[in-house]
């Protein structure tokens, strides 16, 4: 096996290899490691220590491994590195591959960079996007990509020959990364064509002219006039027919049955939400100020809207509204996607056809620097919350095709005390400040009891504040920890209740958490019908949740996104190509079907964002369709292969992963009538 390598290779010395689990090293030299397996299945890990010599490949879009699967097996390899170990969940990037048997690869990882800050040249042209064309893409979590200290290979497979063999090479660069403004004058202006693609460059499924959208109405015409309802084996919720009969009560509920929690169609049947968020949503990219990066037609209005421009270009500006609905129902169907996901068009949730879902976003209160939370005690939330329900309920709280109803989305519950902190630090009468106040007064009855907890000198409780005092003593922790606690059972509360008002026949799905602190998801479980959690991971195998009470999970948000059809950004979660990216969906699910409390996840979003952004600057390549309505191959193949094989997978006993050794999709498996075993 021979390397290439794009870095300097340093002597042997530079790099120290450790393995743990059921291989043994059987090579090292400066060039590669040799790993011998020593189970049939097994894990393994393999950790390359550069800290002696740290890589430079700050020149690099992506750091790259190459690897050898000498092995009968398929490898799902999960990657790891970071040039601080100290802080290494903000100070690194990771990948995820499955290498075939006897498969060559190299493993390429992007190396995501901290914000160019608005002064940059390339945010003062092609504005505050968070991918730029030459390998740059801006991430909470990056790493010093000058500075690589350590790469980490965490290794499965299944069904070897013990004794085989697996081969590592060195940690090299990968791929163009420039950030001087010298490149700028390389680009070709405009930008972008009149349907919103990038001029330059060719990929599956680009549109050179209009007529060729004509020529998708045809085929897009005969899959709705062909594809009408949920495939063989499926309800017509899109839950398995042929399992256990369970009790159908007109509407989703959820249940336990075997160690396993499931959704229950409303016809009682077995059902596990796979669906997609903001189906049939198009991103508002802006134009004003950025003049040049459009077409002439697009140049005279502030924004544009290309996603729909193009479906309006297919179907026509009369009706194209319900042909785009019929279109992505049978899209649905034919793939294999039973939910509509939150944010997505209302035309979706009106035709009795398809489980939908809900989701309402209350006014929140801004508590010291926490600018995104609600106020639990504020009647600005209650009240906002319980109009905003009671304006749903007039269309749908009767509907059996309302899967449950999401409320708010990713609010920044902190971490530690910090929280607790910024609301005594918020404004006097801020209606958290004064039932904090409240409670220490209960907790204390004389400001003086609390000063001796504290050490510290208030005159009266309105007096307190986070600052001076000794933030790290136990007594403050506690008490910190013990608001926060009647915070967040506050806010449940307050959302369960007014859930139970509206909407008592459907489920509560929670807040879509981005964060985990063990205290508020907790309060969580104690009042979710279901605990929703968007994991922008590539693998949750490790993730843990702390819960009062067992509840089922579903993820609410899950993306891979790449760059080969045009857009420059890979998303939350990234993907090296597009197998990968069918790999990377197939494997996800796969974890969750076989996790127990996990009843459903949805992925983000139906259609990927424009290459000038929308208007957050994210501009990632994470749709199942492109911004001309065109389906992504291999990733719809591999919703479909997933689809066919779901309910079977989760009702078995499941090793590997859905569609392990190829990406390509192997027809539906017939259900059984098997419940899951604990």
Not at 141 to 154: K, P, Y
Request: overall charge negative; hydrophobic content about 40%; charged content about 25%.
């Amino acid at each position: 096996m021979c390397f290439v390598f794009a870095v300097p290779v340093h002597a042997a010395v530079d790099k120290k290899v450790r393995v743990t689990g059921d291989a043994r090293l059987t090579e090292e030299s400066g060039e590669r490691v040799g790993l011998s397996l020593e189970k049939t299945s097994g894990r393994a890990v393999v950790v390359l220590d550069y800290t002696e010599a740290p890589l430079d490949l700050s020149a690099f879009r992506d750091i790259a491994i190459p690897i050898q699967n000498g092995t009968d097996s398929e490898l799902d390899v999960l990657v790891n590195a970071t040039s601080d170990r100290r802080a290494e969940w903000l100070r690194s990037t990771s990948g995820r591959f499955l290498v075939r048997s006897a498969e060559e690869m190299d493993l390429t990882v992007l190396m995501t960079r901290p914000d160019l800050g608005p002064d940059h040249p390339y945010v003062k042209r092609l504005g505050d996007l968070h991918a730029f064309p030459w390998g740059y893409q801006q991430h909470w979590r990056h790493m010093n990509a000058s500075a690589v200290s350590e790469v980490t290979l965490r290794l499965k497979w299944n069904h070897a020959a013990v004794g085989q063999t697996v081969e590592i090479g060195r940690a090299r660069g990968f791929g163009t990364f420039r950030t001087d403004p010298a490149a700028l004058e390389t680009l070709e202006m405009p930008l972008v064509d009149p349907f919103g693609q990038l001029r330059v460059g060719e990929w599956p499924g680009k549109v050179k002219a209009a007529s060729e959208l004509q020529e998708d109405k045809v085929r897009d015409r005969d899959l709705v006039a062909t594809v009408t309802k949920p495939g063989a084996g499926r309800s017509r919720f899109g839950g398995m027919t042929g399992g256990p009969a369970l009790k159908a009560t007109g509407f989703f509920r959820v249940e336990k049955i075997n160690g396993s929690w499931w959704f229950v169609d409303p016809d009682g049947n077995l059902f596990w939400s796979l669906g997609v968020n903001c189906a049939g949503s198009s991103v508002q990219t802006r134009v004003k100020g950025r003049e040049e990066l459009f077409s002439e037609e697009d140049r005279s209005e502030p924004t544009a809207s290309h996603y729909w421009k193009n479906v309006k270009r297919k179907f026509g500006e009369e009706d194209w509204r319900n042909r785009h609905t019929e279109l992505i129902q049978a899209r649905m169907f034919d793939w294999g996607l039973n939910t509509v996901g939150a944010w997505s068009i209302p035309e979706t949730s009106a035709t009795g056809r398809i489980p939908y879902t809900l989701i309402v976003h209350p006014n929140l209160q801004q508590l010291g620097k926490v600018k995104k939370i609600a106020d639990p005690f504020s009647e600005s939330f209650t009240t906002s919350l319980e109009r905003n329900l009671k304006d749903l309920a007039a269309t749908h709280a009767n509907s059996p095709w309302l899967l449950g109803v999401f409320i708010d989305n990713e609010l920044d519950w902190q971490g530690g005390h910090e929280l607790v902190k910024e609301i005594i630090r918020s404004y006097k009468d801020a209606p958290a400040r004064v039932a904090l106040l409240k409670f220490l007064e209960s907790r204390y009855g004389d400001v003086s009891e609390l000063n001796k907890a504290w050490n510290t000198d208030f005159n009266s409780f309105a007096e307190i504040r986070a600052t001076p005092g000794p933030l790290g003593e136990k007594k403050f922790a506690k008490d910190l920890d013990d608001f926060l606690a009647v915070f967040a059972d506050r806010y449940f509360t307050v959302c369960k209740e007014t859930m139970r008002r509206t909407f008592p026949n459907h489920l509560y799905l929670g807040c879509r958490f981005n964060q985990f602190n063990p205290i508020i998801t907790a309060a969580a479980s104690r009042h979710c019908d279901v605990i929703s959690l968007n994991i922008y991971q590539h693998s949750f195998e490790a993730f843990r949740l702390i819960t009062d009470e067992d509840r089922p999970w579903i993820i609410s948000e899950f993306h891979f996104g790449m760059r080969d059809h045009g857009v420059w950004g890979t998303g939350l979660t990234w993907a090296a190509d597009g197998r990968n990216q069918a790999d990377l969906f197939q494997a996800y699910v796969s974890d969750a079907l076989r996790h127990p409390n996990i009843v459903g996840a949805h992925w983000f979003a139906w259609t990927s964002q424009t290459v000038t952004g929308r208007g957050d600057g994210e501009n990632f390549g994470v749709g199942f369709v492109t911004v001309v309505d065109r389906p992504v191959e291999p990733l719809i193949g591999a919703v479909r292969n997933v689809s066919d094989h779901l309910y079977p997978y989760r009702l078995g006993d499941s090793q590997g992963r859905i569609g392990e050794g190829s990406s390509i999709p192997s027809g539906p498996q017939e259900a059984t009538g098997k419940v899951p075993k604990p």
